[in-house]
């Protein structure tokens, strides 16, 4: 164990062993690799504990790895990150588990409230299940959508857009028009397309 190990590392470690699977330090920030059974254990410790305190939580989000030839955290396809806050000592942490297809995460709305809404885009643009917070419908997309736009095989573009009354517009790639953002030639704008 290192002697510059941050105290919320340690208490980890002390309290779920083998269950702590790796931390990385990066750019200030500490990110905690735990097995995905004990999640909302460590989330609720976390949170529970008188000297740590992570009382905040600020966002839940998930990362599909399945294109992803560089080195990584976790084997497993999907990445799912909690990101919390102590507002006693006012420092973040992150914890992230990995998750393949077929296998659930358990909730941890039950912990935070503010988890519920995170889990339910998670499970309707990745197709992530948490176990304690599933859904019968879409969250976002529409009851008929079939698949999960944010996985990384789900094609972009290529569809009309249904506009509010019920009209039908072109697809993205069917209109391309370049917009004062886009660089044209090493240049950033130009007078013709931004109006300047």
Known sequence: MPATERLE???????????????KEDRGDTFLCVKREIIPQVIEFLKTDPDLQYNYFS???????SRWADERDLPERFEVIYNLMSLKAFSRIFI????????????CKHVFLGAEYPEREMNDMFGIVFEGNEQTQRFLMPDDWVGYPLRKEFPLGGEDVLFDKGERGPAVEDVSMPHAGESFEGKTGSGEVAGR
């Not at 590392?9 to 931390?23: A, C, N, Q």
């Not at 966002?59 to 790895?65: K, M, T």
């Not at 588990?97 to 358990?106: F, I, R």
Request: no cysteine; hydrophobic share 35%.
């Open 9 to 23: 590392t340690t208490k980890i470690r002390e309290k779920f062993k083998d269950g702590l699977l790796k931390v």
């Open 59 to 65: 966002e839940a989000l998930a990362v599909d790895y």
């Open 96 to 107: 992230k588990l990995g998750v393949n297809d077929g296998q659930k995460v358990p909730t």
